[in-house]
């Protein structure tokens, strides 16, 4: 088999395929792709598919290009050790990716969300009788962070729904539980072959807590260091909320924009960090909640960072989802653990008029179900509690977090019409129940 990888335990629980990795980066990597060769390469294809669609006109030849000038020269040499390793456990499996392709691969969120979007808008500028329109903003999540007197027990909870395409976002359905040769033991869940979270959902054994949701912000800075890996060394590294904001402000290239919720056991204390490309807002508190919705809340990040985007558009989902978290986490001050965090994931009510029924104006979304026919939506879930966290444990749903199901066959011969692309490619996700992970 050549050189050694520790052989990784591999356990699934409810649709999760939970591995556990130690080792220094190479064996890490090396045990993560023997271990998951096939399910990394039907993940690559699907995010080559999802891109070929996806309206921003960049093939993979673009991506890999971009990924070559910006991505390669900032790789640690630590993460550029485990993601040759995953590329020789894929190789000796009989799949020709290289380390170019693992390195897009785990940039491609940054680099087709905010990226590409930039090149096109200057590429764009100069064509005559066409105004330059903003980056397409999507929903992207559903999270929130809590302690103090919100909770049921004063102390931390986090939960967060990941919300993508049902394609690439069905088989964001593994957890990683790493103990890497140097920082700290840490959990998250990721498409195979990722070496960060990209959802993000992170957990190490310093009592740190990180998630995210996706915002609307632009621009995009070449010269500095991808997302994928100060959010990897924020939850390898990270002992307080000054260690986390340090690690995403260090070399912020604006990509893959996100308002970050993350949490200190030891302090019982959380955080908000805006993190855009021209401002960074860092708000903390040992009392109340912070939401996220795919919403930039300060007014100088929405107005220089998110240009032309209107956050109080009534078929904005993002601002609907917003204030449904406002009304949930006040009403329920004093009273909220995991029962309820679980409870506020599958919510299904849509804040505009009452109605129930899940869409993308819901915490648990569906579009599929709403306004527009996208097969796209929170396709998992997860809570955590600090007695949970302490252990690296949570909560966790690979599916809608209302416990739905969805008919990919039923869907491209309905409403789906239009993903005939996606045939052979998209799945079924089941009903699912929750499920405790990792659990060894």
């Known amino acids: 088999m050549g050189e050694l990888g520790r052989n990784p335990g591999v356990v699934e629980r409810g649709g999760w395929k939970v591995v556990t990795l130690s080792g220094t980066p190479r064996e890490i990597g090396l045990a993560h792709g023997r271990a998951l060769a096939d399910e990394i390469d039907d993940s690559i294809r699907a995010v080559k598919l999802s891109l070929d669609h ?22 640690p040499p630590e993460y550029r050790d485990e993601i040759q390793g995953i590329v020789k456990g894929l190789n000796e499996a009989g799949f020709k990716h290289d380390y170019l392709e693992l390195v ?12 590409a979007p930039e090149v096109k808008k200057k590429r764009d500028a100069g064509k005559a009788g066409e105004a330059v329109k903003p980056a397409p903003k999507g929903d992207h999540c559903s999270a929130f962070i809590a302690t103090g007197p919100a909770t049921a027990d004063g102390k931390i909870v986090m939960a967060h729904s990941m919300w993508d395409g049902f394609l690439t976002g069905q088989r964001i359905s593994f957890i990683l ?24 959902w992170f957990i190490n054994d310093a009592g740190i ?63 908000k960090l805006e993190l855009a490309l021209r401002n960074v807002v860092f708000s903390r508190s040992k009392q109340g909640w912070y939401s996220g919705s795919n919403i930039a809340e300060d007014a100088k990040v929405l107005r220089e960072d998110a240009p032309g985007y209107n956050p109080l558009d009534v078929n904005n989902g993002c601002e609907t989802r917003r204030r449904r978290w406002a009304e949930l986490l006040t009403q329920n001050a004093g009273r909220i653990d995991a029962s309820m965090a679980r409870a506020f994931m599958g919510d299904v009510v849509d804040q505009r008029n009452g109605q129930v029924g899940a869409t993308g104006h819901t915490l648990c979304g569906r579009g599929d179900l709403g306004e527009g026919a996208q097969a796209h939506g929170a396709t998992n879930a997860k809570v ?29 011969e309905g409403k789906g019409k239009n993903d005939a692309w996606m045939k052979g490619m998209l799945r079924d996700i089941p009903r699912r129940e929750w499920t405790e992970v990792p659990g060894r």
């Open 384 to 412: 955590t509690t600090a007695a949970m966290a302490a252990n690296l444990s949570f909560w966790a749903i690979a599916g809608f977090p209302d416990q739905s199901s969805f008919s990919a066959q039923e869907w491209l």
């Open 177 to 200: 539980d790493i103990t890497p040769a140097k920082g700290h033991r840490f959990v998250m869940d990721c498409l195979p072959g990722f070496i960060h979270s990209g959802t993000d």
């Open 104 to 115: 897009t691969y785990n940039a491609y969120m940054e680099l087709a969300w905010t990226y």
């Open 209 to 271: 807590l990180i998630t995210e949701t996706t915002t609307p912000c632009e621009g995009f800075d070449e010269a500095g260091t991808p997302e994928f890996v100060r959010a990897r060394s924020a939850a390898q590294y990270s002992e307080n909320l000054d260690d986390v904001y340090q690690w995403f402000l260090r070399g912020n290239n604006g990509g893959y924009s996100n308002t970050w919720l993350i949490g200190d056991l030891k302090a019982n204390e959380i955080g």
């Open 54 to 75: 996806d309206g921003q006109g960049f093939d993979w030849a673009f991506y890999r290009d971009a990924a070559r000038r910006i991505c390669v020269p900032k790789m």
